[in-house]
């Protein structure tokens, strides 16, 4: 490779209908549980990956939003571009990366699961290496678990797979099956104090954890009949039990990660009422952090959305529908 | 009986370590698991029964604090003397039941557990009926299951037992055998949507109910050896993390039951800040309602108390150390 090789990708976030947590295998980031999510069309990162055999360095540089990012996250985005090398057959020049989210990065949207999505087809793209969906799937399960859904449009599932080739995502339903609206109520934009990435080993160490994997197969089949079907009312409450369940799992880990903070509760509490006393028909995920996320169909939205900007400490609210996959928009160079 | 037959009896709720939840029999309220909990001996209620074969109504009476409570309270009151007069083997007269909580009765306090464990002794006094503690813990727990633990003083287990006779409670460490301190942060005095008693019949449509129960063996001899060697660090972290099982079987049931505010989640996080940063030894416990129970040595107790009384949403903290159990405080007259 003697010419600056250079691709520019773009991917969508996405939000668990059916939550990914535990390892099976942490170096294949095998998870215990298949997932499902919708791929987010308006909340995404773009990153551009130039490998520079020039580079004055001879190191990788990575720059988020437009600051140079060190420590445990460029490594962690180096390990990933050592990977695709390695797909490629290539000792590898270093690499510039630059990524760039349109919402908060600590907003309680997966970024990560845009970032490696992202990353994995605009660094395999401006090397050349040419990998098929399935392939692209499972390199981005090994940087994010749910980057491995990113990389598709609409409803994805993510088959938990036995082996780094069978523990990809498939989608379900195209974007334009059902324009689900996904309104993200930010409570908090702290860093979280234990990452996802580190509390995905824990949940072995919970009683309950065995449990909910278990009841997940009923949970998944439900979800998927309810998407089949736009069925809300049988999707909602699918939801907000596996992202009960989840948050129920670590809590009990030890230790006990508690991600919820007092504006959670508000939140949970508020869906609720709206639903019992308006007929509002709103349902709640949460993440692996204090921030909830509230799933409805376009003629609800604009009622969820002012009710929720009145609630005490909900600082923000974002929006998005569903959206396409993981795009490139800039080709390389050869 | 010809002559009127009263007795008054006093007994003090209790918080459980390890919680009761859910019912394997729901005629004999007997529970799916042994709890274990501490009498608090300065949160009790005073209860007198009056058999009264001259009641010019020809029915039960009722009065808790001073008011006249008729509906379902009543009926359940009623039910018990019926199971009273039964073990007597007579027709039962009316009774006058009068009733007092020296806490407020909707403060996230178990007034259930105080009132039936006084009303079963009372109201067995007062028909001169010589029931034994196991006898009368069996009784009370008729009328509300963690009412057969208020029958001890100090530390109590109830064995879940297998029928009527063996689903008792025991005294596992008397209440000078070491000096906690319940403080009840207070955050709502609202009644509960769904009152523990129908909840209980929930727990079983949780898919984490049975591995809540399946690890309860381990937690319930983690709390045993932390009481007899008076370990708080050992019995802190298995009384949270048993609380937050017992949440999220209670959030994960269908239908879901949510109980926290979000003063309860300020106040979970509080406790785990004030041991993180500040080395305060307190844990927290929590019953079915938002109100958060904080345990700590006699040593902490001013600093948690004053730390608790400045969180927001916090309207008052109560307080108390283990107590006697129930105690006949006035006789019968024959």
Redesign the interface.
């Known amino acids: 490779m003697s010419t600056t090789a250079k691709a520019t990708a773009r991917a969508g976030s996405n939000i668990a209908f059916i939550k990914y947590w535990g390892v099976a295998d942490a170096s294949l980031n095998l998870p215990l549980n298949n997932s499902i999510s919708m791929t987010l069309g308006d909340l995404y990162t773009t990153t551009t990956v130039e490998w520079d055999p020039d580079s004055p360095l001879n190191a990788d540089t990575l720059q988020i939003d437009g600051a140079a990012a060190t420590g445990s996250k460029a490594e962690r985005v180096s390990r990933h571009l050592d990977r695709v090398a390695q797909l490629a057959g290539i000792d590898r020049p270093p690499a510039r990366v630059a990524s760039h989210n349109n919402f908060p990065m600590a907003s309680g949207i997966a970024s990560s699961a845009s970032a490696f999505a992202a990353l994995s087809v605009a660094a395999a793209a401006a090397l050349g290496l040419h990998l098929d969906t399935r392939a692209l799937s499972a390199l981005a399960r090994k940087g994010s678990g749910s980057a491995s859904r990113s990389l598709f449009g609409g409803y994805v599932e993510w088959e938990r797979g036995c082996d780094d080739a069978s523990s990809i995502a498939h989608p379900l339903q195209p974007a334009d099956h059902w324009a689900l609206i996904d309104l993200v109520a930010v409570v908090s934009t702290a860093e979280k104090t234990v990452s996802s990435a580190s509390g995905h080993t824990l949940a072995h160490t919970s009683?309950?954890?065995?449990?909910?994997i278990?009841?997940l197969d009923r949970a998944l089949a439900q979800v998927r009949s309810a998407l089949a079907t736009r069925n809300l009312a049988e999707l909602g409450?699918a939801i907000?039990?596996d992202a009960?369940?989840m948050?129920?799992v670590m809590?009990?880990s030890?230790p006990?990660l508690?991600y919820?903070?007092?504006?959670?509760?508000?939140i949970?509490?508020a869906v609720?009422r709206w639903r019992a006393n308006e007929g509002l028909p709103v349902y709640f995920t949460i993440d692996a952090g204090p921030n909830v996320h509230l799933i409805c169909e376009p003629a609800a939205a604009a009622a969820v959305s002012s009710r929720l900007q009145q609630l005490?400490?909900v600082q923000a609210v974002l929006s998005s529908g569903p959206g396409a996959g993981t795009t490139l928009i800039q080709e390389a160079l050869f």
């Not at 919820?260 to 508000?266: E, G, I, K, N, S």
Request: glycine share 4%.
């Open positions: 009683p309950l954890n065995t449990a909910r278990a009841s409450p907000e039990q009960l369940a948050h129920a809590m009990t030890s006990s508690l919820w903070q007092p504006a959670t509760l508000a949970l509490q609720r005490d400490g």
